[in-house]
């Protein structure tokens, strides 16, 4: 019995960390496999290929297409997005996916920067907005608080601390930085829109709005998640709750007879 | 108890669900009653050798144990009683300290709810063990007396005697309470308005302009398509419920809108009251696929109940519990180019009541 | 010194009997029947945390420009409420620990009510002759639950406006008498008035906690005069046992209370709750992701979201507009429910007929808890809903599949939790195992002379015995 007992939590263990590990390399290997797939190199009488037209035809071509022109039911052409987007989806490792039509989700990116300023240049070239520019410390936080309740809020939740709507869900955005924000806001990733209409101001504005909710000012001390009632609730009840029934367990008899 | 044991007890009882069932039967089938005093307490002996007593709590519900008095001293939880109380002391003190030098919530509501916890240890611990420890009785009282009762409805019947007149009295008397209750009730009505037209008043009309939220108008190349901006009567308050619109651009060749809306987009501008019609929260979110060959697609959604809508054929539920679409306000272009409205809602905003869908002419409340 | 007080209040009031009774009332003393005194003592820092903040709270819609210490909302519009409750926050010396002490005591004490009542059922408390007692305390609970939405409201927050704007719907959802219901509340449309602010600090100020107050004091008086029910270990139908008032069970009392303010004032003072300044002030078009009510108030959210969007129209008239159902039947069932319950579960074969001064532990009537349990789960299947959300966010199984899995769940779950709950009990009580200390009775052995010898045994039965339970 007493066996058992540490048995299957060590199977369970093992199981979980084989499991990981399986992920892992799928991840790795559907990655590893479109790098290592036969590259073509370039047709004759082509101009000598750039690395970020060679990692792109390695990485990204079996969605995206031989020439970023896309691929039907696989992913949207790359022709005119800029180096704005490329940018943003291969610095927050939201590209590239796993498999086309999930969901663009952040992650430690495979490629080297400068991989991915490979890879931006050669994206940029096929025309399209530059990385923008962007000056947080320029920002006005009221308005920023302002701005982002009004446009952000709804999905990111109004500290930022991401949220849902069917059909996606929304990241928080504790590993955000100003660039990230004002390439997101002008690129509107994944189902999120973009925001043509507010200007580099309000840009900064919203930055540096985001800057500061990664600390907000927590006067009444532990934050607890910034996310409002559902983390006080679990305060009631497992902290104060068990505290005090602790409490008047002691206080308190026990039937004894 | 060791938590082994504990575990192997639930497993036990979990486990020997029929077995034990099937043991009691037969036990039944093999009992015979002691009969005489000494041996009433038990409720049966198997003719094995060795019986267990059940229903123990039968037995103990019928004896209570004698008064108890503990008057020995501890002056051990006596010591610890002080100590606690001059620490609650101290934690106090250190309260109004830190009140009058620093203004750190922290610091005062450690140090205040610290002495608090400290003081009530202390007093619990009196409680306990420092005063002496008595357990005494009292009898629980029956309530009910048939006498006092009878006496009580001759008294109340006493208020008939040498009244003749009973049903024409007993009548007026019904019509006072009604009235009385009625004249009560009434001033409720004071406390606000009837219904009447309010819930279809908005302040959009046709040519009204569309401003942001800053007041500026709203031009035909502010937004791109998949973009969404929120827009409100120009000089109109903001806060009014019929005010405020997600205006959301979209390609003109996904606009499914009804026939009779056919002219209310220009260049793809659609905008719809940002009032969800499930429970009046603001419907802030706008979803647009980058892809929408594998991508969810256009859809403006609630964040309290996730009511979504499709802002593409006119504002229908997609999904959610909104029991109405989110109403339309037809746009079209002013002279200098920027949004104007074409004319009213086309369906009330807001959330449902009684007469949401009778429309203006024939609201009754 | 204390003879010539007593002397004094009783040659004046006649005070010596009622005190000699007093100080020897009997306190039937398990832990258990301490929930409420918990309620009754979060009841207190509520009202004098209140008082604090009522001389600070404006109660009005007018706006302003913030103009206060806070950087991030500094020229901001907002309202003299939301105004009010910044300045109580970051300005005035202690507001924000009384601030937040005030609302963890709300949501605190909703939970001892909870807890209390769930014991109160389990154990048949609420029976003859207590069922009115049973009523005031079900009442008292509803109080509790508006008090805490209306409190939390009066701040004018983004999320409690958003919360505001749910209730207004749900008025105006009452089949017939909606639309006039909610104009009368909120004298007009939504938002209101400027009326609508000081109706709703009154309610919250003076009327609601008067009527908690004065059900409290009958809830009291109705314990005092009948006696406090007990476990049959201790008494019996005709005897209650106990600690006396004085110096026993005053002191433990008195100690409880300091530790249960003690533990609101660390949870003020170190555990930020409603940081309104990061919400920032509500406008009707503004929203945000991840709005809930407090926790009390989120059995609502949930069966407003696990609704199908199901609104009853005969011609044009909407009888039953969505809301209705998670926001106005649901809680109506409840409580409809809680209140109906002693004569209901007389009808049911649940309960006898008879006085019951003797408390059940849940086991003794195996279908009654299993009945109550059923219900409970029911309850926070819905209540869980109203969060899936944020369990979304974290494990990505859609939100689409979540609802339906919580409306399944929340139908079927609490049938099999019935009969699993009525198993256990029936198995528990067979055994006469107490789940923690195990076996008590008494062990009848035949010994060699052919005569009978008893042991007492407490926690394990002999070898044989258990030997032939297993069988």
Request: with cysteine; hydrophobic share 45%.
């Amino acid at each position: 019995m007493r066996r058992l007992r540490v048995l299957i939590p060590v199977v369970l263990l093992a199981a979980s960390i084989s499991l990981m590990a399986l992920e892992a390399s799928a991840e790795t290997a559907g990655k590893g496999a479109a790098a290592s797939s036969p590259s073509k190199l370039s047709a004759p009488g082509r101009a000598p290929e750039s690395a970020g037209r060679r990692l792109f035809v390695q990485g990204c071509s079996s969605c995206h297409g031989y020439d970023a022109e896309g691929v039907k039911g696989a992913g949207p052409s790359l022709v005119g997005v800029g180096e704005e987007a490329a940018d943003f989806y291969l610095r927050t490792g939201r590209m590239p996916l796993d498999r086309p039509g999930e969901e663009p989700i952040r992650t430690p990116s495979p490629y080297t920067p400068a991989q991915i300023r490979a890879l931006v240049a050669y994206v940029g070239d096929l025309g399209g907005p530059p990385i923008p520019e962007v000056n947080p410390e320029d920002g006005d936080l009221a308005e920023g608080q302002k701005l982002f309740t009004e446009n952000c809020a709804g999905c990111h939740q109004v500290v930022g601390r991401g949220g849902i709507m069917p059909g996606a869900v929304v990241p928080d955005l504790a590993a955000a930085n100003a660039l990230d924000v004002a390439e997101a806001v002008k690129v509107g990733p994944y189902v999120m829109p973009s925001f043509d209409q507010l200007d580099q101001s309000e840009i900064d504005d919203i930055a540096a709005y985001v800057g500061y909710i990664h600390h907000p000012e927590d006067k009444g001390g532990w934050g607890i998640g910034h996310i409002g009632p559902i983390p006080e609730g679990m305060v009631a009840w497992l902290l104060a709750g068990v505290a005090l029934l602790f409490t008047i367990r002691l206080i308190g008899e026990r039937t004894t007879r | 108890m060791t938590r082994g044991g504990l575990i192997a007890r639930v497993v036990a009882t979990l486990g020997g669900l029929g077995g034990l069932r099937r043991h009691r039967e037969n036990a039944q089938a093999e009992l015979h009653q002691i009969s005489g005093p000494a041996n009433r307490k038990f409720d049966a002996v198997r003719s094995g050798e060795v019986a267990v007593r059940g229903n123990e709590r039968a037995r103990l519900a019928e004896e209570v144990p004698p008064p108890e008095l503990d008057e020995t001293p501890d002056p051990r939880a006596e010591l610890w009683v002080a100590l606690l109380l001059i620490a609650a002391a101290i934690a106090f003190a250190g309260f109004v300290v830190f009140y009058v030098v620093s203004e750190d919530t922290h610091l005062l509501g450690l140090s205040l709810g610290l002495g608090l916890v400290l003081a009530g240890v202390a007093a619990a611990l009196a409680g306990k063990r420092v005063v002496i420890q008595e357990k005494t009785t009292d009898e629980y009282t029956d309530y009910g007396d048939r006498e006092e009762r009878r006496e009580v409805a001759n008294h109340l019947v006493e208020g008939k005697v040498g009244v003749t007149r009973r049903k024409l009295l007993f009548s007026s008397l019904a019509a006072v309470g009604a009235a009385l209750g009625a004249a009560t009730v009434v001033p409720v009505a004071s406390l606000g308005p009837r219904v009447g037209e309010k819930v279809y008043e908005t302040p959009w009309s046709a040519g009204k302009k569309v401003v942001d939220e800053r007041g500026e108008p709203i031009a035909l190349d502010t937004l791109s398509p998949g973009e969404f901006i929120t827009g409100f009567p120009e000089g109109a308050s903001k806060e009014e419920i019929g005010s405020a619109l997600m205006i959301v651009r979209l390609e003109t060749d996904e606009l499914e809108l009804p026939a009779d809306r056919a002219d209310s987009a220009p260049g793809g501008y659609v905008a719809y009251s940002k009032i969800c019609t499930h429970a009046g929260c603001a419907v802030s979110l706008f979803r647009y696929p980058t892809f929408d060959e594998t991508q969810p697609g256009p859809a403006l959604v609630c964040p309290c109940h996730y009511s979504t809508f499709n802002p593409a054929d006119g504002g229908k539920v997609l999904f959610g519990p909104a029991g109405r679409p989110l109403p339309q306000l037809p746009l079209r272009a002013g002279a200098d180019g920027s949004l104007e409205a074409a004319g009213g809602f086309y369906e009330p905003i807001g959330p449902s009541y009684g007469g949401i869908r009778e429309g203006p002419e024939k609201a009754p409340l | 010194m204390i003879r010539r007080t007593v002397a004094a209040l009783d040659e004046r009031l006649g005070a010596a009997h009622p005190l000699k009774r007093a100080l020897r009332y009997v306190f039937p003393d398990h832990w258990t029947f301490m929930l409420g005194e918990i309620a009754m003592y979060c009841f207190v820092v509520l009202v004098a945390t209140g008082i604090f903040l009522t001389f600070w709270y404006v109660p009005s819609d007018a706006k302003l420009h913030y103009a206060g210490s806070y950087v991030p909302l500094q020229g901001t519009s907002m309202s003299e409420s939301f105004a009010s409750v910044m300045h109580i926050s970051f300005d005035v010396p202690a507001g924000l620990l009384v601030r937040q002490t005030h609302h963890w005591a709300a949501d605190v004490f909703v939970v001892a009510i909870v807890l209390h009542l769930v014991r109160i059922l389990l154990t048949g408390a609420y029976r003859k002759p207590r069922e009115l007692n049973y009523w005031i305390g079900v009442t008292m609970l509803g109080l509790a639950i508006l008090e805490g939405f209306l409190g939390y409201s009066l701040v004018d927050d983004l999320l409690s406006g958003m919360g505001l704007a749910i209730a207004y719907s749900v008025a105006m959802s009452v089949p017939f008498v909606g639309g006039p219901l909610a104009f009368l509340v909120w004298n007009g449309e939504y938002p209101g008035t400027d009326a609508f602010w000081p109706r709703l600090e009154i309610l919250h100020v003076f009327l609601i906690p008067m009527a908690i107050a004065t059900l409290l004091a009958l809830h009291l008086a109705q314990i005092v005069r009948q006696h406090h029910t007990q476990f049959p270990e201790e008494g019996s139908e005709r005897v209650v046992r106990g600690t006396p008032a004085w110096p026993g069970y005053g002191l433990r009392s008195l100690g409880l209370f300091l530790i249960v303010a003690g533990v609101l004032f660390l949870l003020g003072g170190l555990v930020q709750i409603n940081p309104i300044w990061e919400w920032g002030p509500y406008e009707p078009y503004l929203s945000t992701n991840g709005a809930q009510p407090d926790w009390y108030v989120g059995w609502l959210i949930g069966a407003l979201r696990l609704m199908p969007p199901l609104e009853v129209v005969i011609g044009d008239y909407t009888v039953v507009p969505n809301p209705f159902w998670g926001g106005a039947l649901f809680p109506a069932i409840v409580f409809g429910l809680l209140y109906a319950w002693p004569p209901l579960a007389r009808r049911l074969r649940l309960d006898d007929r008879r006085e019951h001064n003797l408390l059940d532990r849940p086991r003794d009537n195996p279908k009654r808890t299993a009945v109550i349990i059923a219900f409970l789960v029911w309850v926070f299947a819905i209540f869980a809903a109203g969060a899936t959300d944020r369990f979304y966010f974290r494990s990505f199984i859609s939100y689409e599949g979540q609802v339906w899995f919580f409306r399944a769940f929340a139908l079927l779950v609490p049938f099999l939790v019935y009969f699993v709950t009525k198993r256990v009990c029936e198995e528990l009580r067979a055994r006469e195992a107490h789940p923690l200390r195990g076996w008590r009775g008494t062990v009848i052995e035949r010994n060699e002379a052919l005569g009978f010898e008893e042991t007492s045994v407490s926690t394990d039965l002999p070898e044989e015995a258990r030997q032939q339970l297993a069988d």
